[in-house]
């Protein structure tokens, strides 16, 4: 599963915890807890836990009994998590791959995973995983994004970076965190992994920033696009950063910057 594009190493972590979370993960981190907390869950496991955004909103929210274990392949962004965490002796980090978990089978009463799907290398093959640590009647839980036009600031973004370097555009947000938006895709995944009880909700959110550069540099600075940039011109991350800007502000105006975020909540029930 560790392919160049989930790498978030470096000054990646603290930048995309910093400038990406409250960007876009906030309201889907709130939603995703809410929702988890509602089953009353005496186990629960995250994987592609990254930053935190998701553990710190629902660690508050679960029993006391509770066992909660989080886990990321990435261990630098799994390292910043923890730093982010209030000491919880129900919570425990853990290095681990979605793809192979190193839990026993039904171990846990939900699974969940927020914005991590769509770097996995064999979907199918996560959700089975997924499938077989949840006891009976337990709960997958995950979000992916929607299409890329669908979420104005990542779409600016890509839309600049890629006019910035035409003779090889960096194609990072579209072919990653938002190349896996088909809903019948993502039923026939599950399917295939053996879920068959599977409800899909498209919801709805709005991104806010303090100004558009601040919304450009959590895309250019604060993800693998980074990496692309430099690639292509190991100087060029500011200029590519202020092209980013200039598509947003004409897009949405100088000052305080709103946008629309879509993404799809899943549950599948075993």
Known sequence: MMEREGMFAGSIPAL????MVPLIFDGYAADTATLVASYAPGSVLETAAGSGAVTRVLAPKLGAAARYV????????LDFAATRQPAD??????QADALQLPF????????????GAMFFPDRVAGYAEARRVLK???????????????N???????????????????DFLARVPHGYHDVAVIRDDLRRAGFTDIAIDTREKVSRAACARDAATAFCHGTPLRTEIEARDAGGLA??????????VARHGEGPVAGQLRAHVIVAAR
């Open 239 to 248: 200029l590519a950063t202020d092209h980013a800007t200039a598509a947003i």
């Open 104 to 115: 026993d089978d039904a171990a846990f009463d939900v699974v969940l995973c927020q914005f």
């Open 89 to 94: 002796a129900r919570l425990a980090w853990r």
């Open 70 to 77: 989080a886990t990321d392949l990435n261990q630098p962004m």
């Open 16 to 19: 995309y915890d910093r400038l």
């Open 152 to 170: 104005a600031f990542a779409d600016a973004v890509a839309r600049a970076v890629a006019s910035f370097f035409p003779r090889d555009p960096p």
């Open 136 to 150: 009976p009647g337990g709960r997958f839980v995950f979000t992916v994004w929607d299409r890329i036009e669908e």
